[in-house]
Nanobody, 126 residues
Framework: QVQLVESGGGLVQAGGSLRLSCAAS????????MGWFRQAPGKEREFVAS???????TYADPVKGRFTISRDNAKNAVYLQMNSLKPEDTAVYYC????????????????????WGQGTQVTVSS
């Protein structure tokens, strides 16, 4: 089992920055691929970014150039640095862990992930 706990969400003005953290507990964190997803009210959960165990990163088009995913295996943590935030980035952000990595396209699918955190709210005001 892997437990995931997100933190770092909050209210920020458009153009501002936030850094989300996801702390993982459990076994063999370094071999898991990790992903960030988000869900806005009335919308489906959507892919934001992923990072494989070999540190291959993938981003959704709306966040490319603004968001950066990273991981620290020594701390069992994954991060999402979000810059130049826009009101349309407002959502609950979820951290997820994937045990079997079959490539970047596979890592975009929410149903590929085995473990999920409870989410952290990010609100961007205009």
């Amino acid at each position: 089992q892997v437990q995931l706990v997100e933190s770092g969400g909050g209210l920020v003005q458009a153009g501002g920055s936030l850094r989300l953290s996801c702390a993982a507990s459990g076994r063999s964190f370094s071999r898991f691929a990790m992903g960030w997803f988000r869900q806005a009210p009335g919308k489906e959960r959507e892919f934001v970014a992923s990072i494989s165990g070999s540190v291959i990163t993938t981003y959704a088009d709306p966040v490319k150039g603004r968001f950066t995913i990273s991981r620290d295996n020594a701390k069992n943590a994954v991060y999402l640095q979000m810059n130049s935030l826009k009101p349309e980035d407002t959502a609950v952000y979820y951290c997820a862990a994937l045990e079997r990595w079959y490539g970047s396209d596979y890592g975009r699918r929410p149903n590929a992930y085995d473990y999920w955190g409870q989410g952290t709210q990010v609100t961007v005001s205009s």
